[in-house]
């Protein structure tokens, strides 16, 4: 019995010398084309993420809407918040593309695994920005309704004449926060699906990559 296991263990020894062995650079090349192919598609879904919102922005941007906003007296400001929402994400955007030419371009293992960091950098900004301005643009919203809007003037003042108005604002802000903090969330988890998955797989290579320069 010990003699053939030993007889197995040897004739596997052989097998395993006789399989190809990748060089550095051949482990470098596979390495570098899987980021590149992630960071391009990180390009391409930052690009019809922009296209999809701002056509349905557009949509949604007709003159009865218009009024709406105006009758609020946040027109000015929400039309201020997408200016400068669409300047940042065309700036992530232009982010995304120079990372995918750098990546394209890279010889090295060192410089791709900064890259990397900066790629991964990038998304995370592009995250925070996203769950910011979505923020903002509630807490406009929630004060244009409360304040202009005829049914939230209604609520307000049956709020004041009931005499509770200290505790309808506490409870207005209570609510708000629980709002956006689960708006929050799930705009968080849908971009933790969108991209998670990708970073998580330029992680992987970052760590192939540091085994390598070992």
Do not use: C
């Amino acid at each position: 019995m010990v003699d053939e296991l030993e007889l197995l263990k040897k004739d596997w020894q052989k097998k395993e010398a006789q399989l190809p062995k990748l060089t550095y650079d051949e482990i470098y090349k596979m390495i570098w084309k899987k980021s590149s192919s992630i960071v391009k598609w990180i390009f391409y879904i930052s690009l019809i993420e922009f296209v999809f919102w701002a056509g349905l922005n557009i949509m949604f941007s007709d003159t009865e809407s218009m009024e709406e906003l105006k009758a609020m007296h946040i027109h000015t400001a929400i039309i201020v918040l997408n200016l400068i929402n669409y300047g940042i994400i065309l700036y992530f955007i232009y982010k995304f593309y120079t990372n995918y030419r750098k990546i394209s371009f890279t010889d090295s293992s060192k410089k791709l695994m900064r890259t990397i960091l900066d790629v991964k950098r990038t998304v995370t900004q592009y995250v925070w920005f996203n769950l910011a301005i979505f923020t903002v643009s509630m807490i406009i919203s929630i004060y244009g309704i409360l304040i202009y809007d005829s049914k939230g003037q209604q609520i307000v003042e049956n709020a004041v004449q009931n005499g509770d108005t200290t505790l309808f604002w506490v409870m207005v802000v209570i609510i708000s926060i629980v709002l956006i903090a689960l708006l929050l969330l799930l705009i968080w988890l849908f971009y933790r699906l969108l991209y998670g998955i990708l970073l998580k797989r330029l992680k992987q290579n970052y760590r192939e990559l540091e085994q390598l320069e070992v």
